[in-house]
C-alpha cells in the first residue's frame, strides 16, 4: 500500500511546571534562531562572507559550551532551528521573501523536532500524550485524526492570542492503491468536474446532471461586526516597544475580541469545505478540475487602477471560497479512498471558452461578464459555469471535440480503452502540476551531505590510483 503524509495537529495541555518548561524552551530556540540571523548578518556585512547552513549547524557543539542551557535540548530541534533561518535565507535569496528578521519572542511559534530522536506520540489518532524527552515531560494532548500510521515528525506550536499549545504531528498514512490498471471497475458515473467560482461557489457536472452551490460569503457578513470592533480596538492604547508603551488592558480585550471574531469566520469557511468536499469525495473516484493560481488571481488591482473596489471584493469571495483549501482538500479524500483527483492546464485546455459540443474556441468568451454562452459553430448554448464543467468532464472521457486527436496521441498503453483513461491524463497532468519553488529541505539536506561524501570518497579514490601507478 503506498503511504501519503499527513499533517495533524492536536491541543496540548499542559500543566503549570511543563508551561514554563515549554516557554523556556521556545525562549532558547529563539534567541538561538536570532543569533543564527546575527552572524549571517554581521559576517556579511563585515566581512562580506555568506554563511551556509552547515557551518552553522558544525558550529553548534562550540556554541552549547558557551551556553550550556542549550545542552539540554535535543540536538536536532537545535539544527532545525537553524534550517529555519536557512530558509528564510534561501527565500529571501531567491526573491520570494524580504530580509529575514530578528524575530521577537512574541512573534515565535515554536520548534520542530525533525526525525523520530527526542519526542514520543502516545496516541493511537486519538488523544493520548506526547513525551518530549529533551524536556523531561509528558503532556496530554487532545485531537483527533481521521486516519494515523507513523508519525515522522513532530512541531510544538505556541499560539500566543489564544495562549495555546499545540503539537502538529507529520504521519505517514497508508491509503489503498489507485483503483484503475488492468483490473478496473471504475466506471463514468464516478467522474466529476468541478469549477470554483465566485457567483456560485462550485459548479459540478458527471455527465447527467449539474450541482451547484451558492457562495456563503462568510467574510462580508461578518465584516460590519469585525469592523466596529477593529475601530474600537484602533481607540485603546496599542502597545509600542520602541518607545516602552505598554498595552493598556482595553487594547488587549479589544484585539482579543477582534481575533475570535476572524476565528469564528475562518472555522465556518472551514466546516463548510469539509462537508462540501467530504460529499464530493464519497460519491465519486475521479474528481477533474483545473489548476488554479489562487495568489495570482487574488493580487491587489494596480495602484492608480479605477476598478480597485470590483477587485477587492472579487479577492474577498475568491478567499472566502477557499480556492485553494478546497482543492487540496478534494485531493487528500479522494486519494485516501483510492480515487484521484486530476488538474487540468488550463491555458492548454481552455474550458472557459471551448464549446461542449465542437470544441471551437471562442475569445470572447474569456470575459467574465460573459455570464452565459452560445456557440457560434453549432448554437449549443448554457451557462459559463455550466460549459466550462462540461468541458472538463469531456476531457477526463477523452470525448472532448477538438482536443481529443491531442490526448489520444499521449495514450499510454491501455490503448485507448475508455475505462482506463485516466493513466493518458495522469501523463498530461503529472508533466504540468510540479511547481519548482523547493529551497531545501531537511530531508534534502541529507541526501546532499550523502552525496557530497560519496563525491569525497570517489575524489580520493581517483586521487590515489594515479600516485600509486606512479610509484608503481
Ligand atoms: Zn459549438
Redesign the pocket.
Known amino acids: 500500500m503506498p503511504t501519503v503524509v499527513r499533517r495533524y495537529t492536536f491541543r496540548l495541555y499542559p500543566n503549570k511546571s511543563q508551561m514554563s518548561k515549554l516557554f523556556e524552551a521556545r525562549r532558547l530556540h529563539c534567541y538561538l534562531y536570532n543569533a543564527a540571523i546575527s552572524q549571517r548578518k554581521t559576517d556579511y556585512q563585515y566581512f562580506s562572507k555568506s554563511v551556509t547552513y552547515l557551518q552553522q549547524q558544525n558550529a553548534l557543539p562550540a556554541f552549547k559550551e558557551c551556553w550550556p542551557e542549550y545542552k539540554e535540548l535535543n540536538s536536532q530541534t537545535l539544527q532545525a532551528t537553524l534550517k529555519r533561518v536557512d530558509l528564510s535565507y534561501n527565500r529571501f535569496i531567491k526573491g520570494l521573501s524580504q530580509k529575514p528578521k530578528f524575530k521577537s519572542i512574541r512573534n515565535y511559534s515554536g520548534w520542530t523536532y525533525p526525525g523520530y530522536s527526542g519526542w514520543n506520540a502516545l496516541t493511537q489518532g486519538k488523544h493520548g500524550q506526547v513525551r518530549l524527552r529533551d524536556l523531561g515531560i509528558t503532556i496530554r494532548m487532545r485531537g483527533q485524526a481521521k486516519q494515523w500510521g507513523t508519525p515522522t515528525t513532530l512541531t510544538i506550536i505556541y499560539k500566543p492570542y489564544l495562549n495555546q499549545w499545540f503539537a502538529s504531528f507529520t504521519v505517514n498514512v497508508e491509503v489503498p492503491n489507485r483503483k484503475f490498471g488492468s483490473d478496473s471497475d471504475l466506471k463514468y458515473e464516478s467522474i466529476l468536474s468541478i469549477d470554483l467560482g465566485t457567483e456560485t461557489a462550485l459548479t459540478a457536472y458527471n455527465g447527467q446532471e449539474f450541482l451547484e452551490i451558492e457562495n456563503q460569503r462568510f467574510t462580508r457578513e461578518a465584516e460590519k461586526k469585525i469592523k466596529s470592533a477593529s475601530k474600537k480596538l484602533r481607540r485603546k492604547r496599542c502597545p509600542n516597544y520602541k518607545e516602552k508603551i505598554k498595552a493598556s488592558q482595553r487594547w488587549k480585550k479589544a484585539r482579543k475580541q477582534v481575533s475570535l471574531l476572524q476565528r469564528k469566520v475562518a472555522e465556518q469557511r472551514k466546516n463548510w469545505q469539509h462537508h462540501v468536499t467530504t460529499d464530493i469525495s464519497r460519491r465519486y473516484d475521479i474528481v477533474v478540475t483545473e489548476k488554479l493560481e489562487t495568489k495570482k488571481m487574488t493580487r491587489k488591482a494596480k495602484p492608480g487602477s479605477k476598478r480597485k473596489r470590483q477587485k477587492a471584493g472579487l479577492n474577498k469571495s475568491i478567499l472566502d471560497v477557499g480556492f485553494g483549501t478546497l482543492n487540496k482538500m478534494i485531493t487528500y479524500k479522494v486519494e485516501a479512498k483510492g480515487g484521484l483527483a486530476l488538474f487540468l492546464p488550463t491555458r492548454k485546455i481552455k474550458p472557459s471558452q471551448r464549446?461542449p459540443?465542437?470544441g471551437?474556441v471562442h475569445k470572447d468568451w474569456a470575459d467574465l461578464s460573459n455570464r452565459y454562452h452560445v456557440?457560434r459553430?453549432?448554437n449549443?448554448e448554457n451557462g459559463r459555469d455550466k460549459s466550462s464543467v462540461m468541458v472538463m468532464y469531456n476531457v477526463a472521457c477523452q470525448k472532448q471535440p477538438g482536443l481529443g486527436t491531442r490526448l489520444e496521441s499521449k495514450t499510454c498503453s491501455c490503448g485507448g480503452n475508455l475505462r482506463e483513461l485516466p493513466c493518458s491524463i495522469v501523463d498530461l497532468i503529472s508533466s504540468t502540476s510540479k511547481t519548482g519553488k523547493h529551497t531545501g529541505s531537511m530531508k534534502q539536506l541529507g541526501e546532499m551531505k550523502r552525496q557530497k561524501s560519496q563525491q569525497h570518497k570517489k575524489s580520493l579514490g581517483h586521487l590515489e590510483t594515479p600516485t600509486s601507478q606512479k610509484l608503481g
Open positions: 464549446c459540443k465542437c471551437t456557440c459553430n453549432c449549443f
